[in-house]
């Protein structure tokens, strides 16, 4: 975000402060803050993953990236790859496409690990670090791409809004 928009941002914040205006879920930071935050709390999970030799740690471990993970992304195509796939950039249309797949491969390792008949077997292992991969090579191009894409054409506003939006998708995804 530009030095303008950032000052611009805490400018509305500090007026609907002053005004007594309540915070509304939502309006801490826009979309892109709330996504790198989560970005985050999930890579965490996935490097405890790796690392765990436990059957127990592992299997909570999976639960708990399941239960971040798939709402993120769900919520993630509907509020932000919808609208940049909406835009008459080819690029972009690219970018959230790409996304999509993306996000569908994740999905479909994390549910396969979570069918594995051994959480301790080399097997696991593997699909645990191909997972941690995956989803840190989508991360990186997603907040290098879309990011980009959601930056050039959408508001401070349109931010903040598609986060309230983002926020309320992930609450309505049911996990099987």
Excluded: C
């Excluded at 303008?4 to 400018?11: C, L, Q």
């Excluded at 798939?70 to 919808?82: F, M, T």
């Excluded at 080399?122 to 997603?142: C, D, I």
């Amino acid at each position: 975000m530009s030095l303008t928009g950032s000052i611009k941002k805490t400018a509305k914040k500090a007026q609907a402060a002053m005004a007594g205006e309540p915070r509304k879920e939502g309006d801490e930071g826009d979309i892109l803050d709330t996504l790198k935050r989560e970005h985050r709390e999930v890579a965490l999970l996935l490097e405890q993953l790796t690392q765990s030799e436990s059957a127990p740690e592992r299997r909570s471990l999976l639960k708990q990236i399941k239960e971040a993970l798939i709402p993120h992304l769900r919520a993630e195509q509907k509020v932000v790859y919808d609208a940049v796939i909406a835009l008459k950039d080819k690029d972009a249309k690219i970018d959230g496409e790409e996304g999509y797949i993306e996000h569908e491969t994740a999905e479909k390792m994390l549910l396969k690990l979570e069918k594995m008949d051994s959480f301790t077997a080399p097997q696991f292992s593997a699909g645990a670090k191909v997972l941690k991969e995956l989803v840190q090579h989508h991360v990186q191009e997603e907040e290098k791409n879309i990011w980009s894409d959601v930056q050039d054409n959408f508001s401070d506003d349109d931010r903040l809004e598609m986060n309230r939006e983002f926020l309320a998708a992930k609450q309505k995804v049911r996990l099987h």
